[in-house]
């Protein structure tokens, strides 16, 4: 018997299915604490897949924000690091957030992620921007990509 663990808002399910089969029995288990309203996503097109900014908010509580990284199941992401811009209406100039240790020499394999925890249970007000850029080897993966907090 696989077992396959699959998150979804609001909920967490198990996969169970039969070794050769394609039938498959969906369990509810238990929700998830704290369940967001929304989660706002935005990504773009990097080398061999794509680069994402992921927002997990309630109204205007923002809840986590991450900069993830997304590649063929094979392919290693090294040498990573992103930037967080925010932007809030009416405040002149965006502040910029880098971590502070990139995980150099470090590799993950398909999928890799930052998160920003100075973002945690933060009310901001309607209209802030988050974007961010992914970096491995000092090099931008795809294009600035951006969620707005309405």
Known sequence: MYIAKLSIVKRQFFFLMAAGS?????ALLQPLAPSFAAIADSCSVA???SSCV???HE???VESVQAIRLKGDAENICNYTATLTVTIPGVPY???YKPRNPLTGQCSVGKAWISFPSYKSKTVPAGTTYCTRWYENDIQQGKSTCVTIK
């Open 22 to 26: 394609t039938a498959a029995t969906i």
């Open 47 to 49: 080398s061999y897949g």
């Open 54 to 56: 992921n927002v997990k």
């Open 59 to 61: 109204g205007l509580k």
């Open 94 to 96: 965006p502040s910029t």
